[in-house]
Structures are given as structure tokens and as C-alpha cells.
């Protein structure tokens, strides 16, 4: 099986992957550096969003040209790796969360345009993404399985709230995510999930936790905790990565898409 792996802060190569070889993707949307390798019998796309040295923030991550990419070397599935701050206290940092919903309402690329491939009116194979859950749950379960491997605690469930970069987001902003049932949230993974979503193309989510949200905890912690564990984060996902992927069987996308010229 062909796997996409969106890595991000903190992982902007991959460890442990055979035959590694770097190459440049060509897209209607941009330009995208990719790295092809194998995991045992899986054959692996990595792609860094931000880039080497976090070249691109947040705010300017082309997720379009990402996904394109993927989609032109034939990926079948995608698995998103995301550091994340906790709004939950029983997340903790240093945690892993296998997503299964998603709050990103505003549903916007980082530019301020939708999010969506259908730009164009009357543009072929347009439509609506309707599911239940957003993420593949054959590929959500084979990461939860494979998670015990990494001896992180590791949440089966959680809502991933997307919210715009690049700076951390106030008090009064988190609480109101909490509010909505948010557990944890980056700044980048939103379009991703609608992107494949409206490809068709199952995805999986999982973050690690650095930190709480500002105003979760009692006491903020020293900024040097959050970076100490992004930099951990790397050989943990790795390590979920390689129990999990090699023996990835056929997974389903989350949905469908209900299109109208079909």
C-alpha cells in the first residue's frame, strides 16, 4: 500500500524509512518536495508542511499544493501528524490522540479562500463532502493499535480544532474552544481533513501533545517543556509510523462526496 505522511513541527525528515530518496512534485498548485521510501511492505510519501528549519509558518503552508501532490504520486491513504496543545485536563502533554472529529468552522485556507478543490462553478466532479466522522475509522484503528507500541498514554478519541496561526491563541479564545467540545488544537491539520476528505482519500489524525492551552493548566509551564517535547514527538510518531503502517491493510475514506454532474 502507497502511504502519505504529512509530518510537522519537529519532524521535518523521517527516521527509519529504507531506500529514502528525495524528489519534487510538480501540481497545478505549486510545487511540492516529497521524500519516497519504505516501511517493511508499505511504500511511503513523506511530506514536512512546513518545510526544512520551518521554513513555511502556519499561515503559510500551501495546503493545496500538499495534497495535490499526494494525489499525483497515487497515495491511497494519508496519515496527518500533528503537535497539538491540550483544552482538556486529562489530555496530558506528552500524549497521543488518534482525532475523530474535527471543529475547523471557518473552513478557509490559510490565504482567507475556502477550503475546497471547487473553485470553478459548473467545474466537473464539484460537490458536497457529507460524512458522519471525518476520519477513516479502519485507518483510526490501526493507529490506535499500533499507539501501544510507543508507550505514550494515548486517547482513542478527541476533537480536533483547528485555529489560525502563527500566534497561540488567548484565554478567552480557549475556553470558548472547550466549550465547543474542542480537546486539543494546531494550526494546520483543518484543511488537510477537508482537502482529502473531498478527494476521497481516507485520512487519519494523530497529535502529540506539548502543552496545555493557555489557561487550562493552574500554571503555565516553562516554554522550554513545549519545545523539549515537539522535539520528542519526531521518534514518537515515528515509532507509531513504523507498528502501524507496514501492515496496513485496504482502509475506506470517510463519506462520500455527492457530486453533480455524475
Known amino acids: 500500500m502507497r502511504i502519505g505522511v504529512i509530518t510537522g ?10 531506500g529514502a530518496a528525495e524528489r519534487t512534485v510538480v501540481t497545478d498548485h505549486g510545487e511540492v518536495t516529497v521524500t519516497e521510501g ?3 511492505d508499505a511504500e511511503i510519501v513523506q511530506l514536512s508542511r512546513h518545510g526544512t528549519g520551518h521554513h513555511r509558518l502556519s499561515s503559510q503552508v500551501d495546503h493545496k499544493a500538499n495534497l495535490a501532490a499526494l494525489l499525483a504520486v497515487e497515495a491511497e491513504a494519508v496519515v496527518s501528524f500533528t503537535v497539538c ?3 482538556d485536563p486529562d489530555l496530558r502533554p506528552g500524549s497521543l490522540v488518534v482525532f475523530d472529529d474535527l471543529y475547523f468552522p471557518a473552513n478557509r485556507l490559510p490565504d482567507g479562500t475556502p477550503c475546497t478543490w471547487y473553485d470553478t462553478p459548473g467545474e466537473a466532479g464539484r460537490g458536497h463532502w457529507i460524512f458522519d466522522r471525518p476520519f477513516s475509522e479502519p485507518l483510526r484503528q490501526a493507529l490506535i493499535t499500533a499507539a501501544k507500541q510507543t508507550g505514550a498514554p494515548v486517547a482513542t478519541r478527541g ?13 478567552s479564545e480557549v475556553a470558548a474552544l472547550a466549550a465547543a467540545g474542542v480537546s486539543a488544537i494546531s494550526q494546520t491539520a483543518g484543511p488537510e481533513a477537508v482537502l482529502a476528505g473531498e478527494a476521497e482519500l481516507p485520512m487519519a489524525l494523530v497529535g502529540f501533545v506539548t502543552d496545555y492551552a493557555n489557561g487550562v493548566a493552574a500554571k503555565p509551564e516553562p516554554v522550554q517543556a513545549l519545545l523539549d517535547r515537539m522535539a520528542a514527538s519526531k521518534e514518537v510518531f515515528a515509532t507509531l509510523a513504523g507498528h502501524a503502517l507496514p501492515s496496513l491493510g485496504s482502509v475506506s475514506a470517510a463519506g462520500f462526496v455527492y457530486r453533480f454532474d455524475t
Open 9 to 18: 513541527s519537529g519532524s521535518y525528515d523521517w527516521p527509519h524509512m529504507e
Open 38 to 40: 519504505r516501511l517493511g
Open 85 to 87: 496543545g491540550s483544552l
Open 159 to 171: 476533537v480536533y480544532g483547528h485555529v489560525d496561526g502563527p500566534r497561540f491563541n488567548s484565554r
